[in-house]
């Protein structure tokens, strides 16, 4: 891959968008996903605008594996004919899903937890305040990952309880499977950085309020050693891997992504709809 002297792909044709990004600041960002209590704001932290560069992964990653970069493009055909269908998404998508993965990549199991539509509702620009109560949820324009290293392993026995000591032995990870409902994607594409480019101290943990619990998320530090790609004009029959958590230490564990604003969607655009698979995958290696 060739890179600038910054470290970023050389490319003359990348697209330069605004990414959001957190200040830094001494006190844990929170996100309330209902009616925060009195007082208390939806979202603490600020996050600020950062003019970024986003290089064509079809020219400059098309080799990208989950294990590597963080996220991986698959060709994935389905035979989901409504998405919007909650029993076709169970009876289908689920098992189209599970099945995509082994295969893939050689998982031994994989139990999917959590499944998001998304659907571009206000006109202007993406909001980088969390989705709250409601459906559909809108793209999320901050750069994320969805886990931290003590979330992951907290979600995964909160979701399988007794089985959750078998199910991660000797490694598990979870992987978020996002596709566009329709294509090619025009409108707010999905932006991923490379794991590699990321430092630890890039990642900043953040509370998320849910009214049965509490999580946590990671909210992403601008560095300009930072390399962010995406795949432009995404159709119906692909997905795209994000790496939100790995137990494994040697590979990429966390792929940053948020959905960005690009320069040349045309004003007739199609509003951008989505969705995504969080899952669970347990490995023997």
């Known amino acids: 891959m060739e890179t600038s002297r910054s ?10 968008a605004e990414l959001f990004y957190l200040k830094p600041t001494d006190t844990k960002p929170v996100s309330y996903t209902f009616e925060p209590p009195p007082g208390a704001g939806w979202q603490s932290g600020e996050y600020l605008p950062q003019q970024t560069s986003i290089a064509d992964a079809r020219r400059h990653a098309a080799d ?18 409504d998405f919007w269908s909650e029993a076709q ?3 289908i998508y689920y098992p189209e899903t599970e099945a995509l993965l082994k295969e ?8 999917i937890y959590d499944h998001t539509l998304r659907k571009r ?10 989705s709250v109560d409601g459906s559909p949820r809108e793209p999320v324009g ?17 979701i399988m309880g007794d089985a959750a000591e078998r199910f991660s032995r000797p490694r598990f990870a979870i992987i978020n499977v996002w596709r566009p409902l329709f ?16 430092a630890p101290g890039d990642l900043v943990a953040c509370d998320l309020v849910f009214r049965d619990r509490r999580g946590e998320t990671y909210a992403l530090a601008y560095s300009p050693q930072q390399r962010w790609f995406y795949y432009p004009r995404m159709r119906r029959g692909e997905v795209l891997l994000l790496k939100c958590y790995d137990s494994r230490a040697d590979v990429a564990r966390f792929s940053p992504h948020t959905a960005f604003d690009d320069p040349a969607t045309p004003q007739n655009a199609r509003p951008r709809e989505s969705i995504e698979l969080r899952c669970f995958v347990a490995f023997d290696e």
């Open 121 to 130: 509702m206000r006109p202007g620009p993406l909001s980088f305040r969390r």
């Open 7 to 16: 470290g970023a792909p050389a490319d003359s044709a990348a697209t330069i």
């Open 104 to 111: 893939t990549l050689g998982a031994r199991e994989v139990h």
């Open 142 to 158: 901050r750069a994320h990952v969805d886990q931290t290293l003590q979330s992951a392993p907290k979600r995964l026995r909160e």
């Open 89 to 91: 998404l169970r009876a």
């Open 183 to 198: 294509g090619p994607v025009e409108d707010a594409p999905l932006a991923v950085c490379d794991a590699r480019s990321v």
């Open 64 to 81: 990208a594996v989950i294990d590597r970069e963080g996220f991986q493009l698959l060709a994935a055909p389905t035979m989901v004919e």
